[in-house]
């Protein structure tokens, strides 16, 4: 069986705020891939059932599990590639939730309890509604059905965070590579010192303001090179996401990714849309 996730994004105004979107992944016994995954802003919560982790430092192994009902794990904002291997049975739903969204929905500090590459995610396990929406959810083959459980639930958990409006700001600020406002500037636009700022920042989402702003930039020049068709040249697309020099532009690369960015995009495959960026070393 080949690596085929099912895109889907919310139909919910709300959830469209805080979710880039969801996917649905089904596989069978002899199921088994390793790929790595590369640094992103969003925050990636993978829900499964009949499935067991094993989790070292960037390296996490998801196998299926018929004595393990449902079990959960997260990565949140990282620097480097995370090695992923799924082997077996598996049933998944992934949501990608977009910078600080998964705070809005019960992890306020989300950067503070979920620091590592990759964790067991169990902060809705006492909370009865998730259980609700595990069994509904996984009570059903039906992709239509699923969705519609999956955006009730976390409408029912959704708990907007007032006091997160200066950080949204500081992210929208951080995510202009092409004005590229120092962090300096921000956090005195905002009204923090620097290291209030920093610390906040790095409660919310895990990382610094600075580290951030490294994977967003990274990010704006994926895109660019995955969704522009005049965009073919390594000179182009480090220009257009505001990298110094060429050399600067490989040296992020080989920093984020573990290469320089021909061989990058010369070894990488795209899913749901070019939404999905992996490097396969097994498949």
């Not at 599990?65 to 794990?73: L, M, N, S």
Request: aromatic letters at 16%; hydrophobic letters at 35%.
């Amino acid at each position: 069986m080949s690596f085929e996730p099912i895109p889907f994004t919310p139909k919910s105004p709300e959830l469209q705020k805080h979710i880039s979107y969801f996917y649905f992944l089904s596989t069978d016994d002899n199921f088994d891939t390793s790929y790595y995954a590369f640094p992103h802003v969003n925050t990636v919560l993978n829900i499964h059932q009949r499935a067991n982790f094993e989790i070292k430092d960037y390296y996490t192994r998801v196998y299926g599990d018929t004595q393990t009902r449902y079990a959960a794990c997260v990565q949140g904002i990282r620097e480097y590639p995370l090695l992923a291997h799924l082997h077996g049975r598996l049933n998944k739903v992934t949501i990608l939730f977009r910078p600080l969204g998964i705070n809005q929905f019960g992890i306020e500090n989300f950067g503070a309890k979920y620091g590592q590459p990759s964790m067991v995610f169990n902060s809705w396990d006492t909370n009865p509604l998730y259980h609700d929406f595990l069994a509904a959810f996984y009570n059903t083959e039906s992709i239509t059905s699923r969705c519609e459980i999956l955006e009730t639930f976390l409408l029912k958990i959704y708990q907007p965070i007032a006091a997160h409006t200066a950080l949204f700001k500081a992210i929208e600020m951080l995510n202009d590579v092409e004005n590229d406002i120092s962090v300096d500037e921000i956090s005195t636009e905002l009204g923090y010192n620097i290291r209030t700022f920093n610390r906040v920042f790095k409660k919310a989402l895990g990382v610094s303001p600075v580290a951030y702003r490294k994977v967003a930039r990274f990010r704006h020049s994926l895109q660019n090179r995955m969704l522009s068709a005049s965009l073919k040249k390594l000179t182009d697309i480090a220009y257009q996401s505001n990298y110094y020099d060429q050399a600067y532009f490989n040296k992020i690369y080989r920093s984020l990714t573990g290469t320089n960015p021909q061989r990058f995009f010369d070894k990488i495959d795209s899913f749901a849309d070019d939404r999905l960026i992996f490097e396969f070393m097994t498949r």
